[in-house]
Structures are given as C-alpha cells and as structure tokens.
C-alpha cells in the first residue's frame, strides 16, 4: 500500500512541475531564441497555454519520469528513507523536470533558457550539502565535461558546441557527479551520433544538431540508473585486469 501512495504523491507531484515547465518552455518557444528581440512582456500578456498545445506532452512525461526516479531511488518500498534521501529524490525530480523543458525548447529553437540551468544548479547544490563529505565529486563534476565542451567550443568559434550545452553539463554536473556526468556525456554523444545520424539519412538532408534534448536523456538516466551503470561497468573492467 505505502509503495502505491509513493507513487501516486510522486506522479501529482511530477504533473505540478511538468505543468509549468510545460508553460514556461512553450513561452521560451513563442519568444524564440535571443537574437529575435521580441518583446518577452508583451508575449507573456498574449500567450496562453493549452492541453492542446505541443508543450503539454512535458506535463505526463515528467510524471512518468519522477515515477521511475523514486522507483529507482527508493525501489518503491517506502516514501522515503531518511531526510538526505528525502532531498536527493526532490533535487533529482526538479532537475528532471528542467531536463524535460531543456529538450523541448533546444528541439524547437535550438537554445537551452537559463532558468533550467540555473534551477538545476540550485538542486546540485542541495545535493552537495548533503554530502559534504564528498564535495570534491561535485566540484569536479561541475567542471570535467563542461571544461571539454568550453574547449571544442573555443576552437570552433562557437560552430560545434553551443553556451548552452556549457552551462547545462555544469550545473548537471554539480548535481550527479563527476562520473555520471561522463556517463551523461558518452551515452548523450552516443544518442546524438545515432539518432542524428538516422534523421539525415531517412530525409536526405542536413540538419542542425540540437544536443540538449540528448543530454537531457542521458541526465534522466543517469540519475535512475548510473550508479549501476558504473558499478557494473567498474566491475567489469577489474574482471578484464584481473584476467
């Protein structure tokens, strides 16, 4: 019984943030990217948000997925372990619910609003408070592929990775860690390359890669499943060694 009531709490929960990030990303869409200089007030008073709009999808998905996250955080056996467990599950659920946002708005006009990088930010830090312990797994977190794609990005002059795409590695970094942010990275370029790879094939024709969306998957997976993903990994490798 108490699994079904940590569900159903988790999946309204999640239905309340999708909602407004729902909105909040269909607006970033109707303004458009920067470089357009609308009038974001004067949109603001004019938009209007609806289940029939293509944003609403954001609003079961980030359900669905704050489901999986407390399944995977709690293994659905109690609401909650203890407090720190408590706030590590709430972080995760904000972030995931930017990410959901994240890739929407990079698919629509390939740009990233930084409210999500800045709200998954806030989250890594409620993350490391609660394990100060091992602040140095954040701080290097924040740093170790957002440093990598600062580089690519100086020397391509901006062509091959965006600000965005810096911004969003480092505050996700700073939430999940050094090692799952390299996780986030390999199976995010993995995505990428594949799915990518497959749309300019089918259509036969170029298209501007958008890698949030992509990121965003990866940083949902991570965060349900890359402790395990590494461990195994680890393990796997120690087996090959040890051979």
């Not at 203890?82 to 995931?96: G, M, P, T």
């Not at 929407?104 to 999500?116: A, G, W």
Request: charged share 15%; hydrophobic share 55%; with cysteine.
């Amino acid at each position: 019984m108490i699994q079904i009531i940590s569900l159903l709490i988790t999946a309204l929960v999640g239905t309340g943030l999708g909602w407004a990030t729902s909105f909040y990303s269909g607006f970033c869409v109707t303004v458009g990217p920067e470089e357009d200089n609308r009038d974001r007030k004067e949109v603001f008073k004019t938009y209007k948000w609806s289940v029939k709009n293509d944003e609403a999808k954001i609003v079961p998905a980030v359900a669905v997925i704050g489901v999986l996250i407390n399944v995977c955080l709690t293994k659905g056996t109690a609401l909650f372990y203890n407090s720190e467990q408590l706030i590590v599950f709430i972080s995760y659920l904000i972030a995931a619910t930017c990410l959901a946002g994240v890739a929407y708005v990079d698919l629509k006009i390939f740009e990233i609003p930084p409210l999500y990088d800045i709200i998954i930010a806030i989250c890594g830090v409620a993350r490391l408070l609660c394990d100060l312990e091992h602040w140095y797994v954040y701080a290097i977190g924040a740093v170790t592929v957002s440093g990598l794609f600062l580089i690519i990005a100086l020397f391509s002059r901006g062509r091959a990775m965006g600000g965005g795409d810096i911004k969003l590695t480092a505050a996700l970094g700073l939430l999940i860690g050094w090692k799952q942010i390299l996780l986030v990275m390999t199976v995010a370029a993995l995505l990428g390359a594949v799915i990518h790879g497959i749309v300019m094939a089918v259509t036969k024709k170029e298209h501007l890669l958008a890698f949030g969306p992509y990121l965003a998957v990866a940083g949902v997976i991570s965060m349900c499943v890359g402790d395990r993903v590494i461990d195994w990994y680890t393990r796997y490798i120690m087996h090959i060694i040890e051979s």
